[in-house]
């Protein structure tokens, strides 16, 4: 007899092979978050997609206050949502703008951004990033 359980588990495998993910996804849960600078990244999740020669890794980011980032470029879109606090965010080919608490933004594949101002306050970001596997997740421009 299948449970509820049981079905929630098949329907679950059922729908993630349909949808391409099948048992490449790798979870970083309680994996150690890293330091540098005033910037922590804690990697959520790693998942292999959505399609070939793609991943996409969910990331937690805090900046403390006064801590800056390096103009950079991603193998990929960066999608991200301010959690709290606030930056500057000057992304080549656009207006510099400040993403607050409750805004998000996306960054565009290989796009140079950040070096903005300081934060004066604590800043948490959700990030979502989908890149070329295999390339380093970030490089300085």
Known sequence: ML?????????????CSIAGFGATEAFAQGAAATTANGVTRKILSRTDGPAA?????????TLDAGATVGRHTHPGIESTYVMEGELELPIQGQP??????????????NTPHAGGKPSPSKTRLMVNYIVEKGKPLASPA
């Not at 020669?53 to 980011?61: C, L, R």
């Not at 510099?96 to 594949?109: E, I, L």
Request: charged share 20%; aromatic share 8%; hydrophobic share 45%.
């Open 53 to 61: 020669g793609y991943e996409t890794i969910i990331m937690d980011v």
């Open 96 to 109: 510099t703008k400040t993403a607050k608490a409750g805004d998000a933004f996306q960054v565009p594949p």
């Open 3 to 15: 449970t509820r359980r049981g079905f929630a588990a098949v329907a679950g495998c059922a729908i």
